[in-house]
Nanobody
Framework: VQLQASGGGLVQPGGSLRLSCAAS????????MRWYREAPGKQRELVAS???????NYSDSVKGRFTISRDNARNTVYLQMNSLKAEDTAVYYC?????????????WGQGTLVTVSS
């Protein structure tokens, strides 16, 4: 089982990016899917999560600017990031609770760097 994140890059303040994270392998079910971020010198923080039925939740720092969504047919979670600020600069990690190999486990993607700078 593997989570592969993509979509990071350099963007100017006020710009937008869309992150994707695809889960692959012998997956029978996916429950929560999440995006975390880790800025330089700071602890990793939960940015957004989404249930299997599509109910989202956001941290206060991104509420109204970021949108999490998922495509269950593709085992993929997305993070649409709008009105980006310098303080959004971080490595973004996807995370998911998956049922594979006869058990539920928590998996992490490899991280994708988002840099917001002019």
């Amino acid at each position: 089982v593997q989570l592969q994140a993509s979509g990071g890059g350099l963007v100017q303040p006020g710009g937008s990016l869309r992150l994707s994270c695809a889960a692959s392998g012998s997956i029978l079910s996916i429950n929560f899917m999440r995006w975390y971020r880790e800025a330089p010198g700071k602890q990793r923080e939960l940015v957004a999560s989404i249930t299997s039925s599509g109910r989202p939740n956001y941290s206060d720092s991104v509420k109204g600017r970021f949108t999490i969504s998922r495509d269950n047919a593709r085992n993929t979670v997305y993070l649409q990031m709008n009105s980006l600020k310098a303080e959004d600069t971080a490595v973004y990690y996807c995370n998911a609770d998956l049922y594979a190999e006869s058990r539920w486990s928590n998996y992490w993607g490899q991280g994708t760097l988002v840099t917001v700078s002019s």
